[in-house]
């Protein structure tokens, strides 16, 4: 099994524009071999920022590598960055592979 998850800084004010741009954008996920399971996840809160993450789980590494090089990948990023204002800064990527 592997996890991938992206770590977003989104402004303070501006959390609720951010989870309704992800409840409507098309993942695409449904139609990729090894795609298990997705969750987006809030965090703590600061005066000018809270952190989410994107969480999601797959058969293995080989999978997601393959989804992010795939057209499902290209067609669920196409509106990616169109939201200004909303983040500070780039997602923080981070992977696992799974142990136990």
Excluded: C
Excluded at 86 to 98: C, K, T, W
């Amino acid at each position: 099994m592997y996890i991938a998850m992206n770590r977003f800084r989104i402004a303070s004010g501006r959390e609720d524009e951010f989870i309704t741009i992800w409840k409507n954008r098309e993942t695409h996920l449904d139609q990729v071999p090894g795609f298990k399971s997705f969750h987006l996840l809030r965090g703590p809160s600061s005066e000018t920022s809270t952190l989410f993450a994107s969480h999601s789980t797959w058969e293995s590494k080989q999978h997601f590598e393959d989804w992010t090089r795939s057209e499902a990948f290209r067609k669920a990023h196409a509106q990616a960055g169109t939201a200004k204002g909303i983040y500070l800064g780039p997602p923080e990527f981070e992977g696992f592979e799974a142990v136990l």
